[in-house]
């Protein structure tokens, strides 16, 4: 194997790599962290972490919950065509990059649905005698599902040449 080919395979290996961990970011950080927080103020400060399955539902949640599922296809796509183009060598680039760009896209969506989502959703209601004021904002889930959204995206966009 000549040195051009060894550098070009560990190119490969290594946007390959980083493509899994992206998509490792966004399952991580949709179904296993918190993906909001709901901090609260007035008689009680109180801060309470939802996962994503647990957030209250509205409009923007559906949305919110659909670009989820979407960046998270969209990014299990990337990775298999940056391996398959990174280590197996196969001629898949335009497919590759069009598939990293849509994740980047879907990710940016997810983020704006995401934000959305936390400017809808205000106040909650305990008792039906408290209401409690305070804003949902974003908890590690979101963050590393966004972080790893853009990762594998970039990672298809990669050129091997």
């Known amino acids: ?18 493509a899994v961990v992206g998509l490792v970011m966004v399952l991580v ?29 509205s409009d923007s949640f559906d949305l919110m919950n659909v670009f989820v599922y979407v960046t998270l296809g969209l990014s299990a796509l990337t990775a298999v065509l940056v391996v398959l183009c990174g280590i197996l060598r196969l001629r898949l680039d335009s497919v590759k990059m069009l598939s990293g760009v849509l994740t980047i896209i879907a990710t940016v969506l997810l983020i704006i649905f995401t934000i959305k989502y936390t400017k ?14 305070g804003e949902f904002v974003l908890a590690a889930g979101s963050i590393v599902a966004f972080a790893g959204g853009i990762i594998n995206g970039a990672a298809g966009l990669v050129s091997e040449k």
Not at 34 to 39: C, H
Not at 120 to 133: E, P, Q, W, Y
Request: overall charge positive; cysteine-free; aromatic content about 10%.
């Open 1 to 18: 194997m000549g040195k051009r080919r060894k550098k070009s395979f560990l190119k490969g290996l290594i946007v390959s790599a980083v």
């Open 29 to 57: 950080g949709a179904f296993s962290l918190d993906w909001l927080s709901y901090k609260s103020s007035g008689l009680l400060d109180t801060t309470n972490s939802y996962m994503l399955s647990k957030l209250p539902d």
């Open 120 to 133: 809808d959703t205000g106040s909650i209601s305990v008792d039906f005698i408290i209401s409690l004021k």
